[in-house]
């Protein structure tokens, strides 16, 4: 069962543009919403996180906005760069615990054109 | 220093073979994963490990076996591998099980190809 649902499956945008990411997630026991960023042939790396108890969050270009009552949230890439080029995934987890885990969305895979 | 690392990068193995990858990370995680990603870049957990304990066991066939000899390690051995294995596997390490401000840090990844 697919708990974390992303789109879109790919995105291409040209640089200087905003790239748009979106998340809609189902468990509301859900606390714990990080970004995770891949480079090809590298593993993933934590990008940036945000806590339902805030609707947004920034990080220099990176901005995550949160929607609790829609369960939904973003990944917002301002100025858009050619190194930005990645494999970019949602993922959500509950409260802290010995069963806690992170479901990962399914991926959007995006390219910056120069 | 690499702080999640796996061996070996690259795994080509006839089907039926039984093979092992082994993860070690030197960031003094108590918690270890492994994930499983898919042609299509779907990341899945498979096992986690917290104090070498097992607390995560995902529906995965019993040819898969993780093993925890220290806090530092976690590897993971295949038995009769099959054609549908054929994947990247991802170890990672963070000091808890997940959470907030708990980020997960993964390994480079053992891209397996089962022929």
């Known amino acids: 069962q697919q708990q974390v649902k992303q789109s879109p499956q790919s995105l291409i945008v040209q640089k200087g543009g905003i790239s748009i990411i979106n998340c809609a997630y189902e468990?509301?026991?859900?606390?714990?919403f990080p970004w995770y960023q891949q480079f090809p042939g590298k593993g993933p790396a934590l990008l940036i996180a945000?806590?339902?108890?805030?609707s947004e969050k920034k990080e220099g270009r990176f901005t995550i906005s949160f929607n609790k009552s829609a369960k939904q949230f973003s990944l917002h890439i301002m100025d858009s760069q050619p190194g930005d080029s990645a494999t970019y995934f949602c993922?959500?987890?509950?409260?802290?615990?010995?069963?806690?885990?992170?479901?990962f969305g399914e991926g959007t895979q995006l390219t910056v054109n120069p | 220093d690499t702080a999640v690392s796996q061996t070996p990068k690259y795994l080509v193995t006839q089907m039926g073979n039984d093979k092992s990858i082994k993860c070690e990370q030197n960031?003094?995680?108590?918690?270890m994963y492994w994930y499983k990603q898919d042609s299509k870049k779907f990341l899945k957990i498979m096992f986690s490990?917290?104090?070498?304990?097992?607390?995560i066991n995902e529906t995965v066939p019993n040819r898969f076996s993780p093993k925890s000899p220290d806090k530092a390690h976690l590897n993971l051995h295949i038995n009769s591998l099959e054609l549908g294995d054929s994947a990247v596997y991802f170890c990672?390490?963070?000091?808890?099980?997940?959470?907030?401000?708990?980020?997960?840090?993964f390994g480079p990844g053992t891209r397996l190809t089962v022929l």
């Open positions: 468990n509301t026991a859900f606390d714990y």
């Open positions: 945000i806590r339902p108890d805030v």
């Open positions: 490990y917290n104090n070498k304990e097992l607390i």
């Open positions: 990672a390490s963070s000091q808890n099980p997940p959470g907030w401000g708990n980020e997960q840090f």
């Open positions: 993922a959500a987890s509950g409260i802290r615990g010995s069963g806690s885990r992170l479901t």
């Open positions: 960031l003094g995680h108590d918690t």
